[in-house]
């Protein structure tokens, strides 16, 4: 048998809400914070464009485990929509493929235009996105001038507001379900007024029940590191059950917890019918979350090891 291979780095378990800077991949943000932490496992959860900044949750050691719930989770945006200009990319980054010499669009027009966008509506990923195509990321054909026809998806725009609106500069909140474009949102609006539109700036706001309040920047990471070391670092993460707040909780005795642990469906009384559950052990210790089965009782689905 071949000799497990260590883990190099330390054992951290939590979530850091980073503020990713502008101009960098989300992975590029991920192993930076994963080499100040010196942390052995560590993931984040829905990928930010260079172009875009604010929120980006990452996951250390067991919180990892949690990390597809967050990238399921519903987000929210500011944008900053530059009306006029259509680019080959739907944002900043892209060659301009059109302009519109005289955007004159209306408040009233404006309204009306937005109103069609809230709810359920249907979206063509665009071709620059990491969607594949027999295997082949969708940006790596459109680099090569290559479109291909792609299904439209169906997302939720559960709210859309204007923050500002002056000349052809519009800025407005997005509140969205997981795989939405906003770049393919803005160019849709765009089209919808007559004059075309692409992301000038992306900033995200929210992820599930994470808000941008206690984000920190890599420049305070690395300045919290050299002046306190890890433990400061470590006293930033969040709880790993903190990514999980909107589901009911249920406590175990330590006897169920230990069948439980056993990964046994269990019995709980007064637990919820049906549905996904935090599962503690006695007050506070948490063990993972699990799903209600149709006979009523406690299946465990991912399990930390704490």
């Known amino acids: ?47 930010l464009d260079p172009l875009a900044t604010g929120l980006l ?79 082949q990321p969708l940006y790596k054909l459109a680099r090569q001038g290559i479109e291909v026809e792609r299904k439209p998806r169906q997302v939720s725009i559960h709210e859309l507001n204007v923050i500002s609106f002056q000349d052809d500069l519009l800025e407005i909140y997005v509140r969205c379900s997981k795989g939405t474009y906003i770049r393919t949102l803005a160019e849709d609006i765009g089209e919808q007024l007559g004059c075309g539109a692409h992301v000038a700036e992306l900033r995200r706001t929210s992820v599930a029940a994470f808000d941008g309040n206690k984000m920190l920047t890599l420049e305070q990471l690395e300045t919290m590191l050299h002046e306190h070391g890890f433990d400061t670092l470590d006293e930033s993460l969040l709880p790993i059950d903190s990514s999980l707040v909107q589901w009911p909780e249920i406590k175990l005795t330590d006897d169920v917890a230990y069948f439980l642990k056993k990964g046994q469906a269990v019995l709980v009384p007064k637990a919820p019918t049906q549905g996904w559950v935090r599962i503690y052990a006695g007050q506070e210790r948490f063990l993972g979350v699990g799903c209600i089965l149709d006979d009523g009782r406690v299946a465990p689905k991912r399990l930390v090891n704490m």
Do not use: W
């Open 1 to 47: 048998m071949g000799r497990r291979r260590r883990q190099n780095g330390r054992k951290v378990n939590g979530i850091l809400l980073l503020d990713k800077p502008l101009g960098i991949t989300s992975n590029a943000a991920l192993q930076r914070v994963k080499t100040l932490f010196n942390a052995q496992k560590a993931g984040h959860t829905g990928s």
């Open 57 to 135: 949750p990452i996951c250390f050691g067991e919180a990892t485990k949690m990390s597809s719930f967050l990238l399921d989770a519903d987000k929210s945006y500011q944008v900053v929509v530059k009306l006029g200009v259509k680019t080959t990319t739907g944002d900043a980054e892209g060659d301009v493929v059109s302009q519109c010499e005289d955007v004159n669009v209306t408040q009233k027009q404006l309204d009306e235009v937005l109103s069609e966008f809230a709810g359920t509506i249907e979206q063509i990923p665009p071709m620059y996105s990491a969607l594949k195509q027999n295997g």
